[in-house]
Every structure is written in structure tokens, then in C-alpha cells.
Nanobody, 124 residues
Framework: QVQLVESGGGLVQAGGSLRLSCAAS????????MGWFRQGPGKERESVAA????????YYADSAKGRFTISRDNAKSTVSLQMNSLKPEDTAVYYC?????????????????WGQGTQVTVSQ
């Protein structure tokens, strides 16, 4: 069982930056692929970024490419999402997720554990 706790959300103006962090419990963090998802008001949950167990493979949604960076620190059992040049359309609840696989996964159904989410609000 993995427990995930996100932090770092908040209110930021368009063009600003935020860094989301996700802390995982348990000693086997390096055995999980990790991902960030988001769900905006009235929208379905969507993948934002994902990273394989060793950070060697990464995925970004088109909306995140060039602006967001996913990284992980297996020694600290954390995964982060650096978000730059934020836009109002990035407003959403952001979720951290873990999948019991070493490979890169991008679909929500492949993830086994989810955090509670952290709100990101980008104002005009």
C-alpha cells in the first residue's frame, strides 16, 4: 500500500510558476511509475505528466510540453511537477498517482494509488 500526499498548490497569476510535490509512504517507491493528473471544473481527469521508475522515461501532455517538468527523487520518495508560464486554463485540482509497474504509463486506469489532490488556481 502506498499513500501519496500532494503539496504546493495555490493561487498564482498567469505567467507565474508553482512547484507541486508528492510525498509517498513505504520503502518501495522506486518500484512505481508515477504520474500527475488534473481535473478542471466541469472537465474529466486528464494526464499531465508521467515518469518511469528511474526517471529515464518521461511523458508530457501537449498542454504541458515546454512549460512543465516532472522529476523524482527515489531516495526521498518524492515526485515533483515544476509548472512555469501558467495559464488560467491550468486551473484544476492536481493529483499525484502511483502505478505498480516500472515502465512509463499515461492512462489513469493504469494507476493503482492516488493522492487527495491539491488545488491550483491561475488568475488572469
Amino acid at each position: 500500500q502506498v499513500q501519496l500526499v500532494e503539496s504546493g498548490g495555490g493561487l498564482v497569476q498567469a505567467g507565474g510558476s508553482l512547484r507541486l510535490s508528492c510525498a509517498a509512504s513505504g520503502p518501495t517507491f522506486s518500484r512505481y511509475a508515477m504520474g500527475w493528473f488534473r481535473q478542471g471544473p466541469g472537465k474529466e481527469r486528464e494526464s499531465v505528466a508521467a515518469i518511469a521508475w528511474n526517471g529515464g522515461s518521461k511523458y508530457y501532455a501537449d498542454s504541458a510540453k515546454g512549460r512543465f517538468t516532472i522529476s523524482r527523487d527515489n531516495a526521498k520518495s518524492t515526485v515533483s511537477l515544476q509548472m512555469n508560464s501558467l495559464k488560467p486554463e491550468d486551473t484544476a485540482v492536481y493529483y499525484c498517482a502511483a502505478a505498480t509497474t516500472l515502465r512509463l504509463v499515461t492512462t489513469a486506469g493504469a494507476y493503482d494509488y492516488w493522492g487527495q489532490g491539491t488545488q491550483v488556481t491561475v488568475s488572469q
